[in-house]
């Protein structure tokens, strides 16, 4: 055993003897590679453990061994991101609770996890992001809004046949949205029934995802029906304020969010950063280190 594994492997006992102290409600382990079980033999922290993987097969491998698993995308993250990602799709799930005490134990995708936060369900990772932001409301699919969330890291990641797009996809209050907003082009989805625009479809969300070169918005209903592509949201709020450098397309979707009960996601075009508006402000912000080319 080389110095490296060695530390590696003691610095993993040290986080789950941590996970076993009665103030930690549960154990976030973001990494493809299970831990040992002569590791968790014996230890209180194996009932906390959620691993969070990168690929559906992994997770249902767990999932038959008793374990607790969920999907994140496998693009390359900063460890941050890989957290805010892996908890934001946990408290979609309804894994976590207001005031829970999570301990997050991540690293480059590939690699040993060499990084070890805690999170308060409710408090910030950093001063710029509020995880009870995700808390959207009893009207939201959580299901939904999960997996728009995904699809817009895959558009924010990958593009359209290797060329950067952005784009906007507002959730709820769909009524309001379409009467602030006119059709650019025609609409794709239009004469579909809507079994078959849901988004929790695979294939619908593949359409959105070629779609999303098209200008304007997206008009997705609470329950994952796609309403509209191709929308011009003509809302405006002059009183909300975006950050510098953040152009109209985040303007839009403030302005959207501010005058409506719908929330919005932003892929940008220049960086691939994911953005959740609701009321006007940023509630949820994903970067990734490295686009696809």
Same mark, same amino acid.
């Given at each position: 055993m080389t110095e490296g594994t060695k530390f590696d492997r003691e610095f993993l006992r040290s986080a789950l003897s941590l996970a076993a102290r009665n103030d930690v409600n549960h154990f976030?382990?973001?990494?493809?590679? @299970?831990?040992? @079980?002569?590791?968790?033999?014996?230890?209180?922290? =194996? =009932?906390?453990?959620?691993?969070?993987?990168?690929?559906?097969?992994?997770? %249902?491998?767990?999932?038959?061994?008793? +374990?607790?698993?969920?999907?994140?995308?496998?693009?390359?993250?900063?460890?941050?991101?890989?957290?805010?990602?892996? +908890?934001?799709?946990? +408290?979609?799930?309804?894994?976590?609770?207001?005031?829970?005490?999570?301990?997050?134990?991540?690293?480059?995708?590939?690699?040993? @996890?060499?990084?070890?936060?805690?999170?308060?369900?409710?408090?910030?990772?950093?001063?710029?992001?509020?995880?009870?932001?995700?808390?959207?409301?009893?009207?939201?699919?959580?299901?939904?809004? #999960?997996?728009?969330?995904?699809?817009?890291? %895959?558009?924010?990641?990958?593009?359209?046949?290797?060329?950067?797009?952005?784009?906007?996809?507002?959730?709820? #209050?769909?009524?309001?949205?379409?009467?602030?907003?006119?059709?650019?082009?025609?609409?794709?989805? %239009?004469? +579909?029934?809507?079994?078959?625009?849901?988004?929790?479809?695979p294939k619908i969300r593949e359409a959105i995802k070629n779609f999303s070169v098209l200008d304007g918005a997206f008009v997705i209903r609470e329950d994952g029906v796609v309403l509209a592509a191709g929308r011009y949201l003509s809302s405006t709020d002059e009183s909300v304020k975006i950050p510098l450098g953040l152009g109209a397309r985040h303007a839009a979707a403030a302005g959207i969010t501010s005058t409506t009960h719908c929330i919005s996601l932003v892929v940008s075009q220049t960086s691939g950063a994911v953005r959740l508006f609701k009321g006007g402000n940023i509630v949820l912000e994903l970067h990734q280190t490295a686009r696809r080319t």
């Open positions: 976030l382990y973001i990494c493809d590679t @299970p831990i040992a @079980p002569e590791d968790l033999r014996g230890r209180p922290a =194996r =009932r906390k453990l959620i691993y969070a993987v990168t690929s559906d097969k992994i997770a %249902q491998e767990y999932i038959h061994r008793q +374990l607790r698993a969920l999907v994140i995308p496998a693009y390359d993250y900063s460890r941050t991101e890989r957290v805010k990602v892996a +908890l934001v799709s946990a +408290l979609s799930q309804g894994a976590f609770k207001e005031g829970d005490l999570v301990l997050c134990m991540t690293g480059k995708v590939g690699k040993a @996890p060499d990084t070890l936060m805690q999170m308060h369900i409710g408090g910030s990772l950093d001063d710029r992001v509020a995880i009870e932001g995700v808390k959207l409301g009893d009207e939201f699919n959580s299901q939904v809004v #999960d997996a728009l969330i995904q699809l817009a890291l %895959q558009i924010g990641q990958e593009g359209f046949e290797g060329h950067p797009i952005g784009t906007i996809i507002t959730i709820g #209050d769909h009524t309001t949205v379409l009467e602030k907003s006119r059709q650019m082009t025609i609409n794709p989805f %239009q004469g +579909l029934s809507e079994a078959e625009r849901n988004v929790l479809d």
